[in-house]
């Protein structure tokens, strides 16, 4: 059994920072043989695609959105992966959700293990 959790949401003021965490666990599951994206879901909004990172860390991949605000970045020996959020606008308030796919970083359709998500609010 895959277990992706997530954690770092919270309350932030507009041009903030914040980082989330993704760790992985599961008996059959070799974090380092996966490919990672990040996705969020705003209210009344299907959940969107924002980036990717490749097993090795090698490459990574972000929608025009978030581009230039958003790192994304993985520690295979701590099976942890991390999205770092700065300038941050009142839409990126969603909920972000952590997920991992085999073979390739797209299309999103590809991901097939997802965490359970956390709420990020930008905010005054």
């Known amino acids: 059994q895959v277990q992706l959790v997530e954690s770092g949401g919270g309350l932030v003021q507009p041009g903030g920072s914040l980082r989330l965490s993704c760790v992985a666990s599961g008996r059959t599951f070799t974090f380092a043989r996966y490919d990672m994206g990040w996705f969020r879901q705003a209210p009344g909004k299907e959940r969107e695609f924002i980036g990717s990172?490749?097993?090795?860390?090698?490459?990574?991949y972000y929608v025009d959105d978030v581009k230039g605000r958003f790192t994304i970045s993985r520690d295979n020996d701590k099976d942890s992966l991390y999205l770092q959020m700065n300038s941050m606008k009142p839409e990126d308030t969603a909920v972000y959700y952590c997920?991992?796919?085999?073979?390739?970083?797209?299309?999103?359709?590809?991901?097939?293990?997802w965490g359970q998500g956390t709420q990020v609010t930008v905010s005054s």
């Open positions: 997920a991992a796919s085999f073979g390739s970083t797209w299309p999103p359709t590809r991901y097939n293990y």
């Open positions: 990172i490749e097993w090795s860390g090698d490459r990574t």
